[in-house]
């Protein structure tokens, strides 16, 4: 069992920067390949970016590649997300979500998610 805590969310201005936390508990976070989703008023959830149990490789959707970053630090139980050059489209709640995928392959499918945050909202005004 993983839980998960984000945190950072808030209120930001057009081309504003934000960074996401999402903190796990338990001492096999490193065994989960990580993933960032998110989900605006009135639309289905969408994947957002997702990082390697090791952290050395990253994928990102179209709408956020060049402009968001994802991390993570093993030793912290951590997994970030670096937002750059926001946008009012990116307005929405934040989920962070974990994997026990056997083979640790990266997935933009909610599906393969087994762990999720409650989210944080991110607001980014015009």
């Known amino acids: 069992q993983v839980q998960l805590v984000e945190s950072g969310g808030g209120l930001v201005q057009a081309g504003g920067s934000l960074r996401l936390s999402c903190a796990a508990s338990?001492?096999?976070?490193?065994?989960?390949?990580m993933g960032w989703f998110r989900q605006a008023v009135g639309k289905e959830r969408e994947f957002v970016a997702t990082?390697?149990?090791?952290?050395?490789?990253?994928y990102y959707s179209d709408s956020v590649k060049g402009r968001f970053t994802t991390s993570r630090d093993n030793t912290k139980n951590t997994v970030y997300l670096q937002m750059n050059s926001l946008k009012p489209e990116d307005t929405a709640v934040y989920y962070c979500a974990a994997a026990g995928t056997p083979r640790g392959l990266l997935s933009p499918n909610s599906a393969e998610y087994n762990y999720w945050g409650q989210g944080t909202q991110v607001t980014v005004s015009s």
């Open positions: 338990g001492p096999t976070f490193a065994r989960y390949v």
């Open positions: 990082i390697s149990r090791s952290g050395g490789s990253t």
